[in-house]
């Protein structure tokens, strides 16, 4: 509630309605702070009959029929490098970007619904390569490839191989300030 208190954004991953039974809902978390932007990303959705299941990219990627969209032989695969993950957290940066400058400009609290579900149905909706073109492509990335895309960084837990950022902006190049932590790594408070 004290670190709620000091924030702008308040962010999280859980099922629809888990942090709300907590007293961490939308509106809760509006009265403790008024002026945050509320971000929530589940895996299903934020409504409809599947909303309070669990889930994570290949789950929804399985559930979804995107990973039958990636058969080879008909073999259902995942799409390589968890996009639904990434484009997700992008997509939820984004909003979070926009609710902010509205904010500056008309004040009030927002809330940010996104789900992989979703950016899976919008990526699935984007035009595809035509099926003997798809089929000339490797299964996978070479390694070449795969390692311009990535970068090593060191953490508590040791050396982690990750994404570089996607964003590639002249003016301010998009960097990782922070490493993965254990949990109770930092004191619970804003520096």
Do not use: C
Not at 61 to 82: C, E, H, K, L, T
């Amino acid at each position: 509630r004290t670190l709620i208190g000091g924030a702008d954004v308040f962010a999280q991953g859980y099922r629809p309605g888990s942090l709300a039974s907590r007293g961490f809902g939308p509106l809760e978390v509006a009265a403790l702070r008024p002026g945050i932007v509320y971000v929530t990303i589940s895996a299903f959705g934020h409504t409809g009959p599947w909303r309070d299941r669990r889930g994570f990219d290949s789950v929804v990627q399985a559930a979804s029929g995107i990973a039958d969209d990636s058969a080879i032989d008909g073999v259902p695969r995942f799409a390589p490098a968890n996009p639904l993950d990434y484009m997700t957290g992008y997509l939820a940066a984004f909003a979070v970007m926009v609710a902010l400058a509205r904010r500056t400009e008309e004040g009030g609290s927002y809330l940010v619904r996104v789900s992989l579900a979703q950016t899976g149905r919008w990526l699935s909706s984007l035009p595809r390569l035509e099926p003997p073109l798809a089929a000339a492509q490797p299964a996978d990335l070479p390694p070449e490839r795969l390692a311009s895309l990535m970068m090593t960084t060191e953490t508590p837990f040791g050396r982690l191989q990750h994404l570089k950022p996607a964003a590639q902006l002249s003016a301010t190049p998009a960097f990782w300030a922070r490493p993965s932590v254990p949990l109770d790594h930092d004191l619970p408070a804003w520096l």
